[in-house]
């Protein structure tokens, strides 16, 4: 019978906070890893063993954001996947690029708590209402030729149920009408600054269009069956609902992905011809900030978020249709912008403490 450990307290050590944990004591009689071997030295050069009731450091706290913790070991858990990107490197560089990635998991986490605790403040006001919830659910089988029936049963193998998903659709599109509020109703682009953009990209003789993205990929086991294929795909469009009603791309890459490259599914820019041919297509077709259904390559399964469009000027400045296009990046050039500056707002009047 394994020693029973009882979460009891805090403890600071060198001004870093840590779990601790009391061990009782075994049973008699009974063996446990708690316990000595019979020719244990208690002076031993790697400590005496614990006794019952004492203080044992199991973890320590990342952050505090508001009322909620984020442990060392939670935030390694989670960046674990993308250090595998670092095997060949070594010494100082190790060190830096470890560190980036921690700090970006952690950002990420960050953002998505803050944001979680303003919607709650929020609801009043964002009455998102259960048509709304149809509207996303009736989308998303629509894009993803899926009948409700197929979304049930993904959901099934989640253990999530039809109540339980509808809730966490309706958080999703609470918020995106908080983030339409607080950030894209601020941005408003003049057509100086198109035909300005434009007329720049005359003057650097661009030819080819360049498209910046984020992808999910859920990569399919080589022994799936149909069956446990379409379940895949399933419960990638339920996440694909989700992201278009307004989830966090890069937190949902960080949970979801398969792709470990990169921690928020930035896979940067391309241009014809980079991508496999059904990839390439897809993104290609999106506007800037759009989410795309989920298509399949010989890589598995993916849903794309294109993030910029570097588009060749078309000729004329002073033609409308021309403008869109650089509309469109200019805009979402300043989401970004006012995107992150609403970030900043939130961690400046929420507690957060971040302590790695």
């Known amino acids: 019978m394994f020693a029973k450990i009882m979460l009891v307290a805090f403890c600071f050590v060198m001004g870093t906070a840590s779990f601790v944990h009391a061990v009782e004591p075994a049973h008699p009689g009974n063996p446990t890893s708690a316990e000595a071997p019979k020719n244990a030295d208690k002076s031993d050069k790697r400590g005496k063993l614990r006794k019952a009731g004492q203080r044992v450091v199991v973890d320590t706290i990342a952050a505090v954001i508001e009322n ?33 990635i921690m700090q970006r998991v952690l950002d990420i986490e960050i953002d998505e708590r803050i944001v979680t605790t303003e919607i ?23 894009m993803n030729n899926l009948t409700q ?24 599109i609470e918020r995106a009408r908080l983030i339409q ?26 030819k080819n269009i360049n498209v910046c993205a984020s992808h999910i990929l859920a990569q399919i086991p080589t022994a ?27 937190s949902y890459a ?19 011809g980079e991508m496999v041919e059904q990839f390439e297509g897809t993104a ?34 002073d033609d409308e249709k021309a403008l869109d296009t650089f509309r469109n990046e200019l805009y979402q050039e300043q989401v970004d912008v ?4 609403w970030l900043k707002e939130l961690r400046a009047k929420a507690f957060v403490d971040v302590r790695i």
């Open 338 to 341: 006012q995107m992150q500056s």
């Open 254 to 272: 960080l949970k979801h992905s398969d792709d470990k490259a990169a921690p928020d599914g930035d896979i940067g820019c391309f241009g014809r």
């Open 284 to 317: 290609f077709q999106l506007k800037v900030g759009e989410i795309s259904p989920v298509i399949r390559t010989e890589f598995g399964f993916h849903i794309i978020k294109v993030t910029d469009r570097r588009a060749p000027s078309a000729g004329d400045c």
């Open 120 to 142: 709650e403040r929020s609801k009043d006001r964002l009455g998102v209402t259960d048509k709304d919830v149809d509207r996303a659910i009736g989308e998303v089988l629509r």
């Open 68 to 100: 909620e913790i984020i442990t060392l070991s939670e935030l390694e858990a989670k960046a674990q996947p993308y250090m595998a990107q670092l095997q060949d490197v070594s010494g100082a560089e190790l060190e830096k690029r470890r560190h980036a």
């Open 181 to 206: 509020f607080q950030v894209q109703g601020k941005v408003q682009i003049k057509d100086a600054d198109a035909r300005r953009r434009c007329e720049e990209r005359q003057l650097t003789g661009t």
């Open 224 to 250: 799936a069956t149909a069956a446990q294929i379409e379940s895949l795909r399933a419960r990638m469009s339920q996440m694909q609902a989700e992201l278009s009603s307004g989830a966090d791309f890069a």
């Open 149 to 172: 029936d197929q979304l049930q049963a993904a959901l099934y193998t989640q253990g999530l149920t039809w109540s339980e998903y509808r809730d966490k659709l309706r958080s999703q």
